[in-house]
Nanobody, 120 residues
């Protein structure tokens, strides 16, 4: 079984905060680096943040110092704390293995994602 379930998205004003959660199946989460991705309207899916098994993290430049990714390996759960949200953060946010194939592919599974809307 394969599942990726994202939650926590909402509509907020610029400067607001949200915390996203991702619950993944064992075969995706266990002993594997994980990542957060997002897709804005009319744009391609892009990588946002990554976290490795021991806790090391990486972020795309425009979320550095605003977003924090973490994981709980006992619960197959990953989180994304988002602070000082900006309109350009508006997107559907997805979790998945890292790295992942970003363009649509029959060989890559994606969940439903969770909508984050930052309106100015």
């Amino acid at each position: 079984q394969v599942h990726l379930v994202e939650s926590g998205g909402d509509s907020v004003y610029p400067g607001g905060s949200l915390r996203l959660s991702c619950v993944a199946s064992d075969n995706i989460f266990n002993q594997r680096a994980m990542g957060w991705y997002r897709q804005a309207p009319g744009k391609a899916r892009e990588w946002v943040a990554a976290i490795f098994m021991a806790g090391s993290t990486n972020y795309r430049n425009d979320v550095l110092d605003r977003f924090t990714v973490s994981r709980d390996n006992t619960k197959n759960t990953m989180y994304l704390q988002m602070n000082d949200l900006k309109p350009e953060d508006t997107a559907v946010y997805y979790c998945n293995r890292f790295p992942a194939v970003l363009p649509p592919s029959p060989n890559e599974y994606w969940g439903q994602g969770t909508q984050v809307t930052v309106s100015s």
